[in-house]
Structure formats: structure tokens, C-alpha cells
Nanobody
Framework: QVHLVESGGAAVQAGGSLRLSCTASGDAFGGHCMGWFRQAPGKEREEVAF???????RYVDSVKGRFTISEDTAKKTLYLQMNNLKPEDTARYYC????????????????WGRGTQVTVSS
């Protein structure tokens, strides 16, 4: 069992930056796919970024070059550095963990946090 808690969400102006954190407790952290997802009001949840057990990363096109996913296995923490934020980035951001180590875009994410709200004003 993995328990995930996100933090770092806030209200910022366009062009600003935020760093989201996701702290894990419970079973081993690392060696699994970890991902950030987001959901805006009235929209479906979408993937934002993934990191696999080798540290390879993948991003949705809309955040490439602006967001960076990383993890600190010693601290059992997943991060999402978000730069040059845009109003369309406004959403609730969730971190999630899968049982699989690779193919992070296709695996099932079994464990989810409750999310942290990011609001970007123009």
C-alpha cells in the first residue's frame, strides 16, 4: 500500500512558477512508474508527466519545456517544477503511483493522492 500526499499548489499569475511535491509513505518508493495528472473543472483528467524506474521522463505536449518531473527516492518525494505557468494550467494536480516500472503512459495507476489546486490568473 502506498499513501500519497501532494502539496505546493497555489494561486499565481501567468508566467510564474510553482513546485509541487508528492510525499509517499507505506511500501517502497522508487522502482515504479510515478506520474502527475491534472483535472480542470468540467474536463476529464489528463496526464501531465511521468517518470519511470530508470528516471526516464515523458510529458504531455502542452507542458514540454515548461514542466519538469523529478523524484528523490531517499525522501520518497516526487516533484513537479512548473515554470512559465499559463491560465490553461489551472487545475487540480494529482500524483499517482503504478505497480509497473516502465511504459508509464500505458500502465494502470493504482495509488492516488487527493490533489493540490493550482490556479493561474492572466
Amino acid at each position: 500500500q502506498v499513501h500519497l500526499v501532494e502539496s505546493g499548489g497555489a494561486a499565481v499569475q501567468a508566467g510564474g512558477s510553482l513546485r509541487l511535491s508528492c510525499t509517499a509513505s507505506g511500501d517502497a518508493f522508487g522502482g515504479h512508474c510515478m506520474g502527475w495528472f491534472r483535472q480542470a473543472p468540467g474536463k476529464e483528467r489528463e496526464e501531465v508527466a511521468f517518470i519511470d524506474s530508470s528516471g526516464n521522463t515523458r510529458y504531455v505536449d502542452s507542458v514540454k519545456g515548461r514542466f519538469t518531473i523529478s523524484e528523490d527516492t531517499a525522501k520518497k518525494t516526487l516533484y513537479l517544477q512548473m515554470n512559465n505557468l499559463k491560465p490553461e494550467d489551472t487545475a487540480r494536480y494529482y500524483c499517482a503511483a503504478a505497480d509497473a516500472p516502465f511504459r508509464c503512459a500505458t500502465v494502470t495507476y493504482k495509488f492516488w493522492g487527493r490533489g493540490t489546486q493550482v490556479t493561474v490568473s492572466s
